[in-house]
């Protein structure tokens, strides 16, 4: 078998894991409204993390883009085959710890979760994809030019939709009154 054919195979896998373990943990396999929708605009909107895209796509992108150029700052000599492992490893990891009651209480406690139920199936495997894509694309790219596409994507889901990758870490770990006070004011349901 190739490189690649081996690659994709373990790649594949690692969204059938999501998949089996979410549908078995009991997520719905797509948004409970019935519809598939590729794009949910409003982090506010009930069928966010419920359909294909939404704008934490762009956290679990922006968490591929890191993967390659991270691991090979941190270990210079580690193969593209490992650090692949390493992003499905992450990939299909988070997307389970993701789902576990704990990690959806901590969701909880934030106001801007409050409410959240966990992903669709059909959203953790795209997140999963998401990120795939972003580590790929962060193999092709100079680390500078990935940088600057990281810090571009986080501003731009931190001004447009209010939160982040890095902004969801900080809240997780330790919630903030003036960063929540300011992700509520575009809150529809606060108005």
């Not at 988070?94 to 901590?106: C, G, K, R, S």
């Not at 596409?149 to 209010?162: D, G, N, V, Y």
Request: proline share 3%; aromatic share 14%.
């Amino acid at each position: 078998m190739t490189n690649f054919k081996m690659l994709t195979a373990a790649a594949t896998f690692g969204g059938l894991v999501i998949f089996a373990t979410l549908f078995a943990w009991g997520q719905p396999l797509i948004c409970t409204c019935g519809e598939v929708k590729f794009w949910i605009g409003s982090i506010w909107s009930s069928g966010n993390s419920q359909h294909i895209m939404d704008w934490y796509t762009l956290s679990h992108f922006v968490h591929g883009l890191i993967i390659f150029p991270l691991g090979r700052k941190i270990f210079p000599n580690i193969s593209f085959t490992s650090l692949f492992a390493i992003a499905i490893l992450t990939g299909v990891a988070w997307e389970i710890v993701e789902h576990t009651d704990f990690v959806l209480d901590q969701f909880r406690n934030t106001t801007i979760n409050q409410g959240y139920i966990g992903d669709s199936v059909l959203n953790a495997v795209s997140d999963y994809m998401f990120m795939m894509a972003g580590f790929l694309i962060g193999s092709l790219l100079p680390a500078l030019v990935t940088l600057a596409l990281i810090i571009a994507l986080e501003l731009t889901a931190a001004f447009t939709a209010r939160d982040s990758l890095l902004l969801e870490a900080i809240m997780l770990a330790h919630p903030f009154e003036v960063i929540e006070t300011w992700q509520q004011e575009l809150n529809p349901q606060k108005q």
